[in-house]
């Protein structure tokens, strides 16, 4: 499942919504709504109804988040497609699929970096996107600002977002390909913001008895490829690195992840020989590319909601520098 939450991870602070739009002093200009949106969804309760959609597919869920003196509570909840609900914590992430009665616990990466966006990072995103307000719009019966960002280069895509006036939640979030054409949108069709949220709303129907699946990942499991990554696309960072079990693998695969601050590529690196989850060379999904390629017995992945072009440099990047040692 598309990790559609990941947009509202941010961070905590007084909230502006209960004054009204009216009387809120709103930001001047598309960086300072980014802010906004960045502080709002963490801190507020909400609960809503959105609809992720790129080409023919869809899919609908339903969230709660609830913030209270231990932290945030939040319940992603498919209501569509094989049931299945995730709880997020602040330290870690739950899976649940309803139809099996099975559950999955992964850590939180040790940062809480990913896929987050914090204000101080922010101002790293006008180094590489043109960032413009668009026109006041309404999306779930609330009103919105519109802020366009635009890529500087070829690496990322354009992405159009309309931010709530009084609340600073993200109401509305597109994703447009180089003609310029929409090509993946998730948009709130319910919200409701505020008001009481009950700990027992968070984890409704997930009582009894379920089978625990053991998590894919292990973040102080150390890799044993010496590579680098060099040159690192433009404006991206690692934000986490960690061992994944993947299917049909005997081995843990190490998988690290980079971001601008705004989208995120995934690179996998592992031994070559077992049938490969990818495809080698190119593939895409929508917006999400991947490119594979095999170097000296291992076969390196590149995959993000990103351009061709950027997967394939991140997987051409790697070079590797012996068949034993540490990831650094």
Known sequence: MKLVF?????????????????????????????????????NLNYQGIFVYQHGHYTETSRILHRIGQSGELERLESLDRTPRVIIRTSQNIRY?????????????????????????QMSRLSNYYNIALGPLSRYSGLPCQMVKLT??????????MC?????????????????????????????AIGGNIKKSDIFEGLGGTWQIKKSSLNENMKGSVDFKLEPLPAGFHKVAEMMRDMPGRSQPVEHLIYTDGLTAVSLFIEPSG??????????????????TRIENGYTITALGEVPAVTVKKFARAVTLNSPEGNLH
């Open 6 to 42: 990941g947009s509202v991870l941010f961070l905590f602070l007084a909230p502006a919504f209960a004054f009204g739009a009216n009387t809120v002093v709103q930001p001047k200009d598309g960086l300072g709504w980014l802010e906004k949106s960045a502080l709002a969804a963490h």
């Open 96 to 120: 649940y699929n309803l139809d099996q009665r099975i559950e999955m616990v992964e850590p939180l990466p040790s940062d809480n970096a990913f896929p987050a966006i914090f204000p101080e």
């Open 151 to 160: 890529p500087i280069d070829n690496l990322r895509y354009a992405r159009h």
């Open 163 to 191: 931010i709530g006036l009084g609340s600073g939640l993200l109401l509305h979030d597109s994703v447009l390909n180089s003609k310029h054409k929409p090509v993946e949108n998730l948009t709130f069709t319910e919200l």
């Open 274 to 291: 077992a049938n490969p989850v990818f495809r080698i060379g190119l593939s895409c999904a929508g917006v999400i590319h991947v490119y």
